[in-house]
């Protein structure tokens, strides 16, 4: 074999290689990031969720961060995201940052979340009003002795004030101001780690956040039962009394757009919705979405 001809073959073999290289590069190319940050609470479910969808649909890239919703919502006016995870709704100061930005904001509702009240066991305590809660966390009750519990000090514990469960347990139960003295945790996961190590803590936490796969919850944390006036109490890992509305702390779940969605970012929020992405939901804890949500989503006009 001539050296004319081994060259020649050396070139026909490197633009093979150059070609296969610029086919897999454009394949590559076509994989489309979604960012997804905010809420907390949602973190895990969404990430589940993502990982489901991506095993059917190699395009696409999910990246889910937490931080809290108020992180979420800012990221999102910021664009900073493409999608904004939240327990709670907008408030005032962001209809006016997203009015004034001339932003156009979808809100879609794609689960339920039950909050619970834990406590160490210790205190004693298995039963709560709302109304019991409320001066707790405002800091009037200061040992579960008056409640009927042992004697031990209240010990406080909470989220940071960008996160959306804060929000919504102040709004929703204390109807005042938290007590100065409740310690405020980066993450759910670290509240619950908090409480069971704390003789007389007490927190709120999602309650997906609480349950493992099998419906149990740590024999290291009590997750008490709650009554609204004269109601009878409920506890949260009721599953039958959520979904009929008798548990008295029970919100819905959103994630935010900037603009109509569109491309994988529309079909991923589709797969949330569908009877597959609603099962997942259920199966972490959270609720599936009822009718009247749904048709509220659907008014959006995405094909929900």
């Given at each position: 074999m001539t050296f004319g001809i081994i060259k020649k073959r050396v070139w026909i073999l490197f633009f093979l290689a150059l070609i296969l290289s610029t086919v897999n590069s454009c394949?590559?190319?076509?994989?489309?990031i979604v960012t997804?940050?905010?809420?907390?609470?949602?973190?895990?479910?969404?990430?589940?969720?993502?990982?489901?969808?991506?095993?059917?649909?190699?395009?696409i890239s999910l990246t889910i961060t937490g931080g809290g919703s108020g992180y979420g919502i800012a990221s999102l006016i910021n664009?900073?995201?493409?999608i904004a995870n939240s327990s709670r709704p907008l408030n005032a100061k962001e209809k006016q940052l997203i009015e004034k930005q001339g932003i156009q904001v979808y809100p879609i509702i794609f689960a339920q979340d039950a909050i619970a009240v834990v406590v160490h066991p210790n205190t004693k305590i298995t039963e709560l009003s709302l109304e019991e809660v409320g001066k707790i966390?405002?800091?009037?009750?200061?040992?579960?002795?008056?409640?009927?519990?042992?004697?031990?000090?209240?010990?406080?514990?909470g989220r940071q004030s960008n996160s959306g469960t804060f929000v919504y347990f102040r709004e929703r139960i204390l109807k005042g101001e938290y007590d100065s003295s409740v310690k405020q945790?980066?993450?759910?996961?670290?509240?619950?780690?908090?409480?069971?190590?704390?003789?007389?803590?007490i927190g709120y936490v999602g309650i997906g956040y609480l349950i493992n796969k099998k419906d149990e919850v740590s024999n290291t944390i009590t997750a008490v039962k709650l009554r609204e006036g004269e109601k009878e109490a409920v506890s949260p890992l009721n599953k039958e009394a959520i979904i009929e509305g008798r548990y008295p702390i029970i919100r819905p779940l959103f994630q935010f757009l900037n603009g109509k969605p569109q491309g994988k970012a529309l079909e991923f929020l589709r797969y949330e919705l569908s009877e597959e992405g609603q099962k997942i939901v259920?199966?972490?804890?959270?609720?599936?979405?009822?009718?009247?949500?749904?048709?509220q989503n659907n008014r959006l006009g995405l094909g929900f």
């Open positions: 394949s590559h190319s076509k994989v489309e997804v940050k905010g809420s907390d609470t949602e973190v895990n479910l969404v990430q589940e969720l993502a990982e489901r969808f991506m095993e059917n649909d190699p395009d664009q900073k995201t493409d966390f405002r800091g009037e009750i200061k040992n579960w002795k008056e409640l009927g519990g042992a004697d031990v000090l209240v010990s406080l514990y945790m980066n993450g759910t996961a670290q509240l619950i780690e908090a409480v069971k190590q704390d003789s007389g803590g259920a199966q972490n804890g959270y609720f599936e979405i009822n009718q009247q949500q749904r048709e």
